[in-house]
């Protein structure tokens, strides 16, 4: 199922730049720029907590730097789109720049890399010109603190750069940065460094205005005939983010300069929306964000915008998560109360209904035992409440590996606990068995965060977008 191009890739990062690396792995990004933020060493235990080796700072806030010192994290740091031009412009400022947010936390604090801007072709066209000078200032001032060799400078691109993404194998850059393009994938290749993307499929899905099934979007298997062929490489495409990493090699390879790693460095789905953005929603962010990350490991804040801008988030601020998430690529994320559950539509259909629970007791393997007669779920004895029951059952031991909250339409996520009495739901805080869900033992074991040596394609490096957002802002 993968692509040429991302095997050739995959191969180089082996043998190349990362070598000493977990292999895969998936990182959160940071940003500070949120009301309510946990203090520097909270944030550290909850990335503790979750098993989370690799981090993204969107700028180079000290009280981080200071907390992540001896934490065994890899720490990606940002230059702000706003430093940028002070930077290209004066070489003294890229120094300053590098003592006071690198050179000054490492070794303690393990700095591997230095964002320079975000988006900035896209976001500040103007400051473009002087993007490639602030690059090189920042690796001269390395070099001159003999950095070089730990420290690796990139600068993330988003999709935009493409104009046209799809087939990716005629994937090429908007010719207008020509110019920009070539001396930033030269100066990559130069230093050894590596291509940032930020792949968001929820924005290709959503402009492509129903081209695209959302099963696509979300790495959900599709049937052979609704799969996505690129017509000149007659290639499958399962995921849209497979398409959108395989269109930027291609359009690094038609400017003639390969070997140049890609590491995803955004990428999430929005859990909230407007109404007229119905796709960005709780069911969807989880089913993408745990895809994304069982895809890696088997092979922002107050942004402005649209409300499904502010909601990429995986963490409240004050550490639980959004939904449940699994880091592991298997077992659920270790959090004392998931806070979300799957339970029967108020208006659904009492046949689906029907037909749900017994899917759900039979096939599914939820445990049904609770609602038996006599056992604490079993009144009140209707439809509804049993198959909410057994929905939510089945929903959180599955979730983790692919399981949905659909029932044919009849089911839906909540964040409202519905245990009642002595009637205690699976996920919920009371639960004994909270927290603790075996994923089926068809998938294996998987250690977390990339040590697995059971799993084929598990060498891109990826970090997922999952700043601690202040998600109650709205
Ligand atoms: C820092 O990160 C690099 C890259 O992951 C790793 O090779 C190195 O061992 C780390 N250093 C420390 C002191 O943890
Ligand atoms: C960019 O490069 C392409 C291919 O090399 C060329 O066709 C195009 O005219 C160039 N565009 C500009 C603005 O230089
Ligand atoms: C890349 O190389 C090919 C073959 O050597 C050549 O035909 C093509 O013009 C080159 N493209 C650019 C953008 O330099
Ligand atoms: C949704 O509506 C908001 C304003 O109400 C608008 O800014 C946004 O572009 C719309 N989004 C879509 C996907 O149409
Ligand atoms: C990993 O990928 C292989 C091949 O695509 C697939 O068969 C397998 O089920 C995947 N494993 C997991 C844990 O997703
Ligand atoms: C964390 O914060 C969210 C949002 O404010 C809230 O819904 C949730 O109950 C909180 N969790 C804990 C454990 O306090
Ligand atoms: C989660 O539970 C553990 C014990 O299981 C406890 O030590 C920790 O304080 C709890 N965290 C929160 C945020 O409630
Ligand atoms: C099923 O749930 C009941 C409690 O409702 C519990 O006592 C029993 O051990 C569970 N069975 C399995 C196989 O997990
Ligand atoms: C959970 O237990 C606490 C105390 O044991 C109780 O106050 C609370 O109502 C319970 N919550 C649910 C949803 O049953």
Redesign the pocket.
């Known amino acids: 199922m993968m692509c040429k191009k991302w095997l050739g890739s995959t191969v180089f990062l082996i043998i190349g730049l990362f070598t000493n690396a977990l292999g895969a792995y998936v990182g959160v990004n940071i940003g500070t720029d949120v009301s309510n933020m946990p203090s520097a060493s909270d944030v550290i235990a909850i990335l503790k907590a979750n098993q989370i080796t690799h981090i993204r700072l969107y700028d180079a806030d000290s009280h981080m730097l200071k907390a992540l010192s001896n934490s065994g994290i890899d720490v990606m740091v940002g230059v702000l789109n706003e430093e940028v031009l002070g930077i290209g412009e004066s070489a003294s400022t890229a120094a300053a720049w590098i003592n006071k947010n690198v050179a000054a936390y490492l070794p303690s604090t393990n700095i591997t890399a230095i964002a320079v801007g975000s988006q900035v072709l896209t976001s500040i066209p103007n400051a473009a010109s002087v993007l490639v000078s602030a690059m090189n200032n920042l690796h001269k001032a390395l070099v001159a603190s003999d950095l070089n060799f730990q420290v690796k400078i990139s600068t993330p691109q988003s999709m935009d750069v493409i104009p046209r993404p799809f087939p990716p194998s005629t994937a090429t850059f908007n010719s207008a940065w020509n110019s920009t393009i070539y001396q930033i994938l030269q100066f990559l290749k130069n230093t050894k460094s590596f291509y940032m993307l930020n792949a968001y499929p929820y924005y290709g899905y959503v402009n492509g205005n129903g081209i695209f099934p959302i099963d696509y979007a979300l790495f959900r298997s599709m049937p052979s005939v609704k799969q996505i062929v690129d017509p000149n490489t007659l290639f499958h495409y399962n995921s849209m983010f497979d398409a959108m990493v395989d269109a930027t090699y291609y359009s690094i390879a038609a400017v003639n300069l390969s070997g140049i790693p890609i590491v995803v460095t955004e990428s999430g789905w929005p859990w909230q929306g407007g109404a007229n953005e119905t796709d960005a929603n709780l069911e969807n962010a989880e089913t993408y964000n745990n895809n994304l990350i069982r895809r890696v490991l088997n092979d922002t804040d107050k942004r402005p915008g649209p409300i499904s801008e502010k909601n990429w988030g995986v963490f409240f601020t004050n550490g639980s998560t959004v939904y449940p998430l699994s880091f592991s690529g298997s077992s659920r994320l270790s959090t004392n109360s998931s806070g979300v559950f799957c339970v029967a539509k108020d208006d659904a259909d009492s046949d689906k209904l029907q037909d749900g629970l017994n899917w759900a007791c039979g096939q599914g393997q939820a445990?049904?035992?609770?609602i038996q007669p006599g056992?604490?779920?079993y009144l009140p004895n209707n439809i509804k409440s049993h198959a909410s029951y057994a929905f939510n059952d089945y929903y959180q031991r599955m979730h983790s590996v692919g399981g949905t909250c659909n029932f044919d339409g009849a089911a839906t996520t909540t964040s409202k606990d519905p245990s009642y009495g002595s009637c205690i739901y699976a996920g919920s805080s009371n639960s004994s068995?909270s927290g603790r869900f075996m994923p089926p033992a068809a998938f294996g074991p998987v250690s977390p965060l990339g040590g697995s040596t059971t799993l084929p394609v598990s060498r891109i490096q990826f970090l997922i977008s999952a700043a601690f957002l202040a998600l109650f802002l709205l």
């Open positions: 445990n049904c035992s609770a056992q604490p779920c068995t």
